[in-house]
Structure formats: structure tokens, C-alpha cells
T-cell receptor, first 115, second 113 residues
Framework: AQTVTQSQPEMSVQEAETVTLSCTYD???????LFWYKQPPSRQMILVIR??????QNATENRFSVNFQKAAKSFSLKISDSQLGDAAMYFC????????????FGKGTRLSVIA | DGGITQSPKYLFRKEGQNVTLSCEQN?????MYWYRQDPGQGLRLIYY???????QKGDIAEGYSVSREKKESFPLTVTSAQKNPTAFYLC????????????FGPGTRLTVL
């Protein structure tokens, strides 16, 4: 079974600075997808960014980018120019490339943004 | 507007009672999922359904039941057999294919009195 580990329960960053959230996963599969979801205080889950395992190029979405290291099974999220609205729980998730399989989530990292 | 709705937003249950959480989607997604969220535990899978009239147990299915009679609906029943049901429950749906994101509803907070 696949597992996802987020080793930082809490992180903080100064407004306008850069922060990196860590995620590692364990799988024996070669084809899969990785996701970062954000859960603000409203508790609505929002997709931040996704990465296909077969792509070497790291995904980027505006201020959000990932560092995907397939051999190391690492998938970190970098947030640049942090804003107060970035304060939230961030979940790393894994999904197999077979049908409609569920996401496997890490336990999350709570990010605080300091003004 | 397309999306996922969950009701009620807050639910209170007395010990020994069964309660049903509603989840409806109008995104025409084949797959639907139920997750439970507890502090420090992330999201844990309860049940999922890849197609109408079919569903599979997740990691923590004991004390829960589901049905999938319609594509749009995937209700979750929390039975009296669930020992610690107080939690936040999230419903999600997705299109076929691993690349496609799961869309989440706003959640239901269940409290056992």
C-alpha cells in the first residue's frame, strides 16, 4: 500500500518570503500522480498543484512550484512571495494511475504567515 | 453552478443513533469518495464508489455504510457501531483517470453528544 509522509506538522513564514513544505511517499508503482491541496480555515479543500510522475519537469502554478524527485520519492511544495491568504493546512496526496482510485493523503502541514 | 453539496453542515447525534450524511454532485463524475478528518490525522478514506451500484471499503470502513443508487448521490450512514464518530466528514468526486483532481464538498461536522 502507498503511504505519504509530511514530516513538518507546522511551519511559519514571513509575508513576502519563500517557504518549502516537505512530502515523501512510498510506492512500488511507476505511474502515478501527486497533488498538493490547501485547506484554509473555511475547511474547503482546494487543489494547489499536481504532478505526473512520468514528467521530469516540475509543475508550477503562479507562486506555487514543486520539486519532484522521483528516485528519492520526494515531492516538496515551494510557495514564493507568501501572502496572508496562504495560511492554511497543506496536504500532500498520492494517486495511482489506475481507474478512479482514491487519493492517499499525508497528515498535513499547518502553515502560518506572519505579517 | 456545478459542484458538490453536503448536508447538513453541522450534525449532532446521541449515542446509539444512526445518522446519514448527504453528498450530492452535479459534475457528472463517475467516482465518489468519503473521507474522515481528525486533528493531526489528515484525511482517511472510509468508502469509495467508482460506478453506480458498486462501492469499496476504505481504510476505516468499520461502523459506516454507504449506498450508490444514483450517479449524483453517495450518502454515508454512521451507525451506532462506530465507536468514535465525532469528526469532520468530507465527500469528494472525480472524473475517470488518475490525473483528474478530486473535487471536495464543504464538509459535515458530526458531534456525538
Amino acid at each position: 500500500a502507498q503511504t505519504v509522509t509530511q514530516s513538518q506538522p507546522e511551519m511559519s513564514v514571513q509575508e513576502a518570503e519563500t517557504v518549502t513544505l516537505s512530502c515523501t511517499y512510498d510506492t512500488s508503482e511507476s505511474d502515478y500522480y501527486l497533488f498538493w491541496y490547501k485547506q484554509p480555515p473555511s475547511r474547503q479543500m482546494i487543489l494547489v498543484i499536481r504532478q505526473e510522475a512520468y514528467k521530469q519537469q516540475n509543475a508550477t502554478e503562479n507562486r506555487f512550484s514543486v520539486n519532484f524527485q522521483k528516485a528519492a520519492k520526494s515531492f516538496s511544495l515551494k510557495i514564493s512571495d507568501s501572502q496572508l491568504g496562504d495560511a492554511a493546512m497543506y496536504f500532500c496526496a498520492y494517486r495511482s494511475d489506475s481507474g478512479n482510485t482514491p487519493l492517499v493523503f499525508g497528515k498535513g502541514t499547518r502553515l502560518s504567515v506572519i505579517a | 453552478d456545478g459542484g458538490i453539496t453536503q448536508s447538513p453542515k453541522y450534525l449532532f447525534r446521541k449515542e446509539g443513533q444512526n445518522v446519514t450524511l448527504s453528498c450530492e454532485q452535479n459534475l457528472n463524475h463517475d467516482a465518489m469518495y468519503w473521507y474522515r478528518q481528525d486533528p493531526g490525522q489528515g484525511l482517511r478514506l472510509i468508502y469509495y464508489s467508482q460506478i453506480v451500484n458498486d462501492f469499496q471499503k476504505g481504510d476505516i470502513a468499520e461502523g459506516y455504510s454507504v449506498s450508490r443508487e444514483k450517479k449524483e448521490s453517495f450518502p454515508l450512514t454512521v451507525t451506532s457501531a462506530q465507536k468514535n464518530p465525532t469528526a469532520f466528514y468530507l465527500c469528494a468526486s472525480s472524473m475517470a483517470g488518475g490525473y483528474n483532481e478530486q473535487f471536495f464538498g464543504p464538509g459535515t461536522r458530526l458531534t456525538v453528544l
